[in-house]
């Protein structure tokens, strides 16, 4: 969850590096949001100076995702997951679904901020999502989103899976997935 608040705050792009005991530790392994890790074996006979060279590569700050993502952790308030269209993009509603968690509360407001009350659109709860036989729990409400808006929603526990996008009727969902565990 950190490696999504990093790439929300810095930028998708923004260099991950793992050093690792030996050569079993894949990309694989690791959850969606550090698939673009770089994996490094601590026994790399170069490993100062690939450090030293991935720190000081510029990160690219401009990418155009069809998506925003981040993780808002509030004592008191428990995790929020902030999902939302891209630069310049537009959603007719959203969807967010996870497996072996819950989702107690939800939300739309100004991207960045949660907000402290908000008029929900036709909200849609506990709705059953099966995927590749895993069964999710999802919530969704059909208020229209810009790229300066943002739909929050409250997870307890730590999800094994995620997904999120636009909401759509019907069954043909457009979504992303992310791999927690």
């Known amino acids: 969850m950190l490696a999504i608040c990093l790439q929300n705050i810095k930028s998708i792009n923004f260099p991950i590096l793992?050093?690792?005991?030996?050569?079993?530790?894949?990309?694989d392994h690791l959850p969606t949001p550090l698939k673009g890790s770089t994996l490094l074996p601590l026994n790399h006979p170069h490993l100062g100076a690939k450090l030293v060279a991935k720190s000081n590569l510029p990160v690219p700050?401009?990418?155009?995702?069809?998506?925003?993502?981040?993780?808002i952790a509030y004592p008191g308030l428990g995790i929020w997951f902030e999902v939302g269209p891209g630069k310049n993009k537009n959603?007719?509603?959203?969807?967010?679904?996870?497996?072996?968690?819950?989702?107690s509360a939800h939300g739309v407001g100004e991207k960045g901020k949660?907000?402290?009350?908000?008029?929900?659109?036709?909200?849609?709860?506990?709705?059953?999502?099966?995927?590749?036989?895993?069964?999710?729990?999802?919530?969704?409400?059909?208020?229209?989103?810009?790229?300066?808006?943002s739909y929050f929603v409250k997870v307890t526990g730590i999800p094994k899976k995620?997904?999120?996008?636009?909401?759509?009727?019907?069954?043909?969902?457009e979504v992303h997935f992310l791999n927690f565990y």
């Open 18 to 27: 793992w050093l690792t005991l030996d050569e079993s530790l894949t990309l």
């Open 162 to 173: 995620l997904f999120f996008g636009p909401y759509q009727e019907g069954d043909n969902l």
């Open 61 to 71: 700050t401009e990418y155009n995702l069809e998506y925003s993502l981040n993780v």
């Open 114 to 149: 949660l907000p402290a009350k908000c008029i929900l659109n036709y909200p849609l709860k506990g709705l059953k999502v099966n995927f590749k036989e895993e069964e999710f729990t999802a919530w969704a409400v059909k208020n229209p989103l810009q790229d300066k808006d």
């Open 91 to 103: 959603w007719e509603g959203a969807i967010l679904g996870v497996s072996k968690a819950e989702i």
